[in-house]
């Protein structure tokens, strides 16, 4: 494990252009590409613009001012890349996404935006039509706090539209679903049957299933439905990435994935049109103790964290609080994580050089992970640890005790967060959670003050996965209509600068990789994202309607608009 890391450092090193790549040395020959014509953003803090920027293999070799390029780098051969006024800046990197969920969204029942129990019968209804009997219908991205009914969907929805068909639908978080009579009949799911440590099965006023299956209880209807294997699993991972890579992302962190699928991404390297960097299933914790990091060979690739679960989601009632729901006196959420299972694999993470990526969304879920965080630090003293800056995690950070903001920056945990969370939470956050809980609901401000860096993603296709939105969300904090009150903290919005460097630097740092990826400076690789306008001076809500026009991948235009 530690000649892993050794080895992952020197990659690393010979990268960063810090002393390894004398600038006078790589201007000496001609340059692969050339891109002015726009504003270009560097998110460094020598020089916050350029107007031009030279690549030649994969790497940035300048960046400076027009007046300075040096002669030599314009040869025969250097493209000469117009920006045409579109603005560039370092590629943008999602720092929460899950990209087989991106590919697999365009293969079921795509159920965003519906706006009601009647227009999610009315979808059903289409896409049952003509399907033999038996057969299972799955779908994914319905969210009911919008919804006229005021109400979850049940089984008997279902059955109305569907008969014969078993259906069964994931909320958009990924946290619940609803099925049907006979998906609950296929699955084994009865009055009698007892919902897991973590889960929760939904029942009417006589015992009855709902229908509607909360975290660990969805695993038997989940297992109904797809599971692309082989070739076609593999396409649709590629079709995940493509989808990303089309909106202007050239990195994604991409979460919970199963160890099995780690050699298949690598083997598609070449040809990801991202760079990947994978979060895995806690079944990684043996190789990677065993055979160290995965690293492919041009670094496209790279796989040295767990992904780990606290709680559930706020919005199904599952994310754990520290005082009960003000909409559910009942409920305080679930638990997904058990103290000593927890605390052993924080150990061993430590010991090992593991990064650990920790999904926690209540106040409570986000208090007992800084809490075991902790303990873990105390029984591996720094000394003994494999790498001393581990960089821990928290996915989604979403409701934090105000009292616990300070405790991220004192144990060196990094808050990932997703902005458009915020802007579509914040419609039902105050009814979950009341008014007072609210100082702690997305604070990205205050996190950021407290002397931490937030690592930003869209946790696609939870949400749409559209980093246009993510950063109109992190400086407006306004929804997509622009509705904002007193409820959604609108002091929590942070700069277009902070914004920037959330989906640029902050998540190569997050990564291990701030001396490779993040910014606009000699040395680093050449990844790059272009909007067709400048969405560090526009107007807010125009920030919504620029055009993603190019986006570069290890100097290589890996995508362009027409």
């Known amino acids: ?17 810090e002393g390894t790549v004398p600038p ?23 020089q916050a613009m350029v107007e031009t920027v030279a690549v030649r293999d994969g790497l940035i070799v300048y960046a400076g001012d027009e007046a300075g390029l040096p002669d030599g780098l314009m040869g025969e051969d250097t493209q000469r890349v117009d920006l045409d006024g579109a603005a560039m800046y370092p590629g943008f990197t999602d720092a929460h996404v899950h990209v087989m969920g991106l590919g697999a969204r365009e293969r079921l029942l795509n159920l965003e935006g519906t706006s009601s129990i009647a227009d999610l019968q009315a979808r059903v209804a289409e896409a049952a039509e003509g ?14 706090t919008h919804w006229p009914e005021e109400r979850f969907p049940n089984r008997q929805d279902l059955d109305e539209v569907a008969p014969g068909i078993a259906v069964f639908l994931r909320r958009a978080d990924g946290h619940a679903l609803v099925a ?63 989808s990303a890579a089309r909106y202007g992302w050239t990195g994604a962190h991409d979460m919970s994935v199963p160890w099995a699928d780690v050699a298949m991404i690598e083997a598609m390297s070449e040809d990801l049109p991202v760079r990947v960097y994978i979060s895995a299933n806690p079944d990684a914790f043996g190789p990677l103790v065993r055979d160290g990091y995965v690293i492919s060979e041009n670094r496209r690739v790279i796989a040295r964290a767990i992904k780990l679960y606290m709680d559930g989601a706020l919005g199904s009632r599952g994310a754990a609080l520290l005082a009960p729901y003000s909409d559910d006196a009942g409920n305080s959420g679930l638990m997904l994580s058990r103290e000593d299972e927890t605390l052993s694999g924080m150990v061993t993470a430590l010991q090992e050089g593991i990064q650990l990526n920790i999904h926690a969304i209540g106040d409570r879920g986000n208090q007992l992970l800084l809490d075991w965080i902790e303990e873990a630090q105390a029984v591996v003293p720094e000394d003994q ?18 009292s616990d903001i300070p405790r991220f920056a004192e144990l060196g945990v990094i808050p990932s967060m997703q902005p458009s969370h915020a802007i579509g939470d914040l419609f039902f956050a105050p009814d979950r959670l009341g008014p007072d809980r609210l100082d702690g609901a997305y604070a990205w401000r205050s996190f950021i003050d407290s002397g931490v860096v937030i690592a930003g993603g869209s946790d696609a296709p939870v949400e749409r996965g559209d980093p246009r939105i993510e950063f109109y ?36 740092y997050a990564s291990f990789r701030e001396d490779e990826l993040g910014r606009i400076v000699e040395g680093l690789r050449a990844d790059f994202t272009v909007f067709s306008d400048d969405i560090m001076t526009i107007p807010e809500e125009d920030i919504l309607t620029v055009e993603p026009v190019m986006t570069v991948l290890d100097g290589e235009i890996i995508w362009q608009a027409e």
């Open 180 to 242: 049907n009579s006979l998906a609950l009949e296929m699955a084994g799911i009865t009055a009698e049957s007892v919902a897991p440590e973590g889960g929760d099965i939904l029942r009417d006023e006589d015992g009855e299933p709902t229908g509607m299956l909360i975290d660990a209880a969805m695993g038997p209807v989940g297992a109904l439905g797809s599971n692309f294997e082989g070739e076609d699993r593999a396409n649709v991972y590629m079709e995940g990435a493509w």
């Open 1 to 17: 494990m530690r000649l892993a890391i050794l080895a992952s450092t020197l990659i690393l090193a010979a990268c960063s252009g």
């Open 24 to 46: 006078e040395t790589m201007a000496a020959e001609a340059a692969d590409s050339i891109y002015s014509g726009g504003p270009i953003y560097t998110a460094d803090d020598a």
């Open 473 to 508: 969300a992190a400086v407006a904090r306004r929804a997509l209509d622009g509705t904002q009150n007193e409820d959604w903290r609108p002091d929590q919005a942070v700069t277009r600068d902070e914004a920037l460097r959330m989906f640029t630097a902050w998540p190569a």
């Open 131 to 144: 399907l033999p009997e038996g057969t299972v219908l799955e779908g994914r991205g319905w969210i009911e």
């Open 385 to 402: 640890r494999a790498i001393v800056e581990a960089r821990w995690r928290d996915e989604h950070t979403q409701i934090v005790d105000p």
